[in-house]
């Protein structure tokens, strides 16, 4: 497997305290004047302290339960410091698919992911994540109409299906974490695009019936972007890790996982999330779930569906949009105000024209509408990130991070970072940080391009320890069986 150096925990503080001017340490300072209650010289006992800290905790860990989708409006302006801690840990899982996916061609394995399931979270740094992985997802490109968004390896008679991709993941919340939040969280991150842009021109091409690639559907004149639907439904058989769609593997975990937990009577969620081309599978999968009927473990109990979606582009149409409505399925929207991606397709017909152009252009295969509650962000406010900025930065999912720890509402105007996150992960993979903060540009790399010495002193990528650990030991065919989709 081809070596890589660890990222940062997401969640370390700023270590460097050169990285911050003297006018953000004053700021910093009066922050605490305000907030801080002066020290007194009353003595309190040990239990007293233990009492008041287990009550903080108490407080924190019921808001955390009052942090559902239909509480989302009233929690994002001021902004809920809980609810941002959250939606940046679903961000963060949705940056670590940026880091776990192959994207090297020079590698086998291009196109695959670099760490097993088993080890994902411990070897992206994110050891504290509160989840564990359950199931890969892989997408095949069959379709000419998404051959940019594909990436392969130059040596095409490797080990890895150069039409098969590593697509995202699913990740349960442990007991832990389901004890803190109050139910178990089934989370599916879908991947991004690691090719800049480019995949827009492959992508925005025309809308098409959900029906169409055999999706639940009550109306046929409800579609989405075609490009879209078929990095969700394409697969090739030839391939293990193809053998069913993106969405059969989809549905066939959370078929099981939802069994395993309703059985055990426990309270649970769906939590969807990506970033750019990764928001609007989230989105389009969100849909199929729901209208698929999965998010019902019995005739008692429907499990809620969240969407987090982050840069995401318009997915479908007007009816579209309605439907995700009708089945309750909550999305929110955070994008930077300046990002041109959120603004297509659709820039002419959108959920922004009249009620009767919409109801006009409804017919055609150029009408879109984004769909949910919006989280506006402006990275002119941060100011440690350069006013003008190229719009791959602009769409840069860790500076997209970076202005949602700083928001704080939109009358706040001053910016300042919640939870002290490390300002030098907004350079990871861009130049976007003023340069008097000292952090170079794309600072993470791969050690030595990957290359290690082998035994007889050649330099090579290594083999991977067995892609086999990379499939699911589940009985996909099984449940799609149940389901009448096999």
């Known amino acids: 497997m081809a070596a890589f150096k660890l990222n940062p925990p997401f969640d370390h503080r700023l270590q460097n305290q050169s990285l911050i001017n003297n006018q953000t340490k004053n700021n910093f300072s009066l922050q605490l004047k305000k907030t801080v209650k002066p020290f007194t010289t009353t003595c309190t006992t040990s239990t007293s302290i233990s009492k008041q800290i287990e009550n903080t905790i108490s407080v924190h860990d019921n808001r955390r339960k009052m942090l559902g989708p239909d509480n989302w409006p009233g929690m994002l302006d001021p902004m809920d410091p809980v609810l941002r801690s959250e939606l940046i840990r679903y961000g963060e899982m949705a940056q670590a698919c940026y880091e776990a996916f192959d994207n090297n061609p020079y590698s086998k394995y291009c196109g695959s992911c670099k760490v097993p399931p088993k080890n994902f979270f411990q070897d992206l740094g994110m050891d504290s994540s509160g989840y564990e992985i359950t199931s890969y997802i892989y997408s095949s490109n069959t379709s000419n109409l998404i051959p940019k968004f594909f990436i392969k390896s130059i040596d095409s008679d490797g080990p890895w299906n150069p039409m098969v991709n590593w697509i995202g993941y699913v990740a349960v919340s442990n007991d832990e974490t389901t004890t803190r939040l109050g139910r178990r969280d089934i989370v599916i991150v879908w991947r991004g695009t690691v090719t800049k842009l480019e995949w827009m021109e492959d992508l925005m091409n025309f809308l098409k019936p959900v029906s169409a690639q055999k999706l639940a559907s009550r109306d046929p004149n409800i579609k989405v972007m075609a490009g879209f639907l078929h990095i969700y439904t394409d697969k090739d058989q030839s391939c293990p890790y193809s053998k069913f769609s993106a969405r059969e593997q989809l549905l066939a975990e959370v078929t099981r996982l939802t069994k395993i937990y309703g059985q055990k009577g426990e309270k649970m969620s769906l939590t969807i999330t990506g970033h750019s081309l990764g928001s609007a599978l989230a989105t389009l999968s969100a849909y199929d779930i729901a209208e698929s009927e999965l998010d019902k473990v019995d005739k008692m109990q429907k499990i809620p569906i969240s969407v987090i979606s982050f840069s995401g582009p318009r997915v479908g149409n007007i009816r ?155 009985d996909v065919e099984l449940h799609l069986r149940k389901l009448g989709l096999a």
């Open 320 to 474: 579209f949009k309605k439907r995700v409505e009708e089945l309750g399925i909550k999305v929110l929207r955070v994008f930077n105000i300046h990002d041109t991606v959120p603004n297509v397709p659709g820039v002419l017909l959108n959920e922004r024209t009249s009620t009767l152009v919409q109801r006009i252009a409804d017919w055609t295969t150029f009408s879109y509408s984004h769909i949910g509650e919006e989280l506006a962000l402006d990275h002119r406010r941060s100011p440690y990130v350069k006013e003008k900025l190229d719009f791959v930065s602009m769409h840069s999912l860790e500076l997209l991070l970076h202005l949602l720890d700083g928001y704080h509402g939109k009358l706040e105007r001053k910016f300042w970072v919640a939870s002290g996150r490390d300002i030098a992960l907004v350079n990871k993979d861009g130049d976007i940080l003023k340069h008097e903060y000292l952090i170079p540009p794309n600072w993470l790399q791969v050690e030595n391009k990957g290359l290690r010495k082998n035994q007889k002193g050649e330099w090579k990528l290594p083999e991977q320890r067995s892609i086999e650990d990379h499939l699911t030991p589940h």
